[in-house]
């Protein structure tokens, strides 16, 4: 069964600030946005044409009549990481390998041919939400997606957000997101044995995970915070920053 880590989510009240920062002043491209019950998402992309880089989402509430989680989410924990996703071929096999593994899936979802989705929670997947996903379409060449974007514009299901302004610097890289774990053992097992992650640098208490589509999750052993995504590590940020809640750091 393939994973591939495909993007990493962060909420906010109000996304604005942090589609400014990330698709204009680091020169991300906007791959795609809409809006469904309870969110509306706009993913952009932190890289170069070739394909080197990552995909932050950022998410903000949205009809939260008919769906309040992001905005109980946001009530009780602030602007911050809400997930991280891993797009799968077929769902149904990656459910029954985790659950073999000892998982529990939740709000599992087969209904919809264009995604279907199933969820981990934070006390199972290492202080984040693990989203898993079978999207109708999966784009094995990144460069070919975004050189399709750059012809026809981001998907637009509608387009509900404002074009932040372009700086014209050369693109950023986001490296990797950076998650802490109470057990380094245990939080590879999970990511790497599990959800697919191969292993590459390491050092004293951590170890990095890259996936196929070039995606990159370093594992920190910590005992001095909480579990979860503590930063994202950004090649074009000069100095530590938080937005949506979330610090971003020097690559």
Do not use: C
């Not at 109000?14 to 993913?43: C, H, K, N, Y």
């Not at 199933?118 to 693990?130: K, Q, S, Y």
Request: hydrophobic share 45%; proline share 7%; no cysteine.
């Amino acid at each position: 069964m393939a994973f591939d880590l495909d993007h990493v989510a962060l909420a906010a009240p109000d996304i604005s600030e942090a589609l400014d920062l990330f698709a204009g002043t680091l020169g991300g491209t906007i791959t795609s946005g809409g809006q469904t019950v309870g969110f509306r998402p706009v993913q952009v992309w932190i890289g170069d044409s070739t394909g080197e880089g990552m995909t932050v989402e950022l998410i903000e509430p949205w009809d939260v009549e008919h769906n309040d989680f992001l905005a109980r989410f946001l009530a009780a924990k602030g602007a911050g990481p809400h997930h991280l996703t891993f797009k799968v071929p077929d769902l149904v096999a990656a459910l029954d390998r985790v659950r073999e593994a000892g998982y529990t899936p939740v709000q599992v979802d087969l209904s919809e041919p264009e995604w279907r989705e199933a969820f981990l929670m934070p006390r199972e997947a290492h202080g984040t939400v693990v989203q898993l996903a079978q999207p109708g379409e999966i784009f094995a060449d990144r460069a070919a997606m975004l050189a399709r974007i750059a012809s026809n514009g981001p998907r637009q299901h509608p387009r509900w957000w404002h074009k932040p302004a372009v700086n014209g610097a050369p693109p950023s890289y986001l490296r990797r997101v950076v998650l802490a774990t109470a057990s380094l053992p245990s939080g590879l097992g999970f990511f790497g044995a599990l959800l697919g992650g191969h292993e590459g640098a390491s050092g004293d208490g951590w170890v990095e995970l890259a996936w196929p589509g070039g995606a990159r999750l370093r594992l920190e052993e910590r005992h001095d915070r909480p579990p979860g995504i503590d930063r994202l590590e950004i090649d074009g940020v000069d100095a530590e920053i938080t937005v949506a809640g979330t610090r971003l750091a020097t690559a």
